[in-house]
């Protein structure tokens, strides 16, 4: 598939296959329908292109290598076809034409990089923060602003606003490293029921398991209080319920906000554009 994705790069564009024997370059979605349905049948995916991808849509996508790249989509669906690709057998023909940026892992969203996991060709990524975060970073690498961020996401804006599950966990990651205790990273398992990873201090040989929620998801105190070991909760609205256990630590949002501010300067660059994005645009400067 590295050709196929070289050859992406140097046309500008992304796509998907279903070419048809005739190889007929157009943008008359009738004439194309009525030649591939004998051959493939239903086309969804070519559907939902001409459907939903249209100019101005930011498009995520990644190479055989894991290199990502956001790409902003100048042209709506059509059925694309050069010698090289007849040539090469490269099955992309349903296409639509776009401007490429390529980025480091590290400034790719956690909700964009879970968004490869499931097997689908294409998919929506609807998350507000996601869609603001992506208008951003191209805005940052046009020079310009491209997009509007959207208002619900900036209205009031926080940092906790911006960042999804996931990278809410690994800032949980990183500040308790920072206090003492060191994440055992084989824990950290979908299977790993109610808690996102076990944690150690190394003076004492502590061990405790800790959750984070986000958003309207409280935690309950009385969830963990019958546990024989310690837990470590972390909700980044601070929605705690149930009295006080001596076995259940609530970490409080400032504290990891100050950590966040403190930080800035080393922590990958997907929180220093968020935090960005808080500062009207400032950039928060690599380390």
Avoid at 31 to 44: F, P, Q
Avoid at 228 to 249: C, D, H, K, M, R
Wanted: glycine fraction near 6%; aromatic fraction near 12%.
């Amino acid at each position: 598939m590295a050709d196929t994705f070289a050859y992406c790069l140097q046309e500008g564009l992304l796509g998907v296959g279903w070419r048809t024997g005739s190889d007929t370059n157009t943008t008359d979605w009738d004439t194309y329908y009525a030649e591939a349905t004998v051959a493939h049948g239903k086309l969804n995916t070519c559907k939902y292109i001409r459907r939903w991808v249209t100019p101005g849509c930011l498009v995520w996508t990644r190479d055989t290598q894991g290199n990502y790249y956001i790409a902003r989509v100048i042209s709506g669906w059509e059925n694309f076809t050069t010698p090289e690709s007849r040539t090469k057998n490269i099955d992309i023909g349903n296409v639509f034409r776009v401007a490429f940026e390529r980025l480091s892992i590290d400034e790719v969203p956690g909700k964009v990089v879970a968004s490869f996991r499931p097997a689908q060709t294409m998919q929506e990524i609807a998350d507000p923060t996601a869609i603001a975060y992506s208008k951003f970073i191209w805005n940052q690498r046009a020079g310009a602003e491209v997009y509007a961020l959207d208002d619900a996401v900036m209205r009031n804006p926080d940092m906790f606003s911006l960042l999804d599950a996931e990278e809410v966990e690994d800032v949980v990651f990183l500040y308790l490293q920072s206090q003492g205790w060191y994440v055992v990273p084989n824990s950290r398992k979908a299977d790993t029921m109610a808690f996102e990873y076990m944690v150690l201090r190394a003076q004492d040989g502590t061990f405790a398991q800790v959750q984070v929620k986000t958003g309207g998801a409280s935690l309950n105190r009385a969830t963990y209080r019958d546990l024989p070991f310690p837990v470590i909760l972390f909700q980044s609205s601070e929605l705690y319920e149930g009295e006080a256990s001596a076995n259940v630590t609530c970490l409080s949002r400032e504290e990891v906000e100050i950590f966040l501010e403190d930080s800035a300067r080393w922590l990958p660059a997907r929180y220093r554009n968020k935090l960005a994005m808080l500062r009207s645009g400032d950039p928060v400067p690599p380390p």
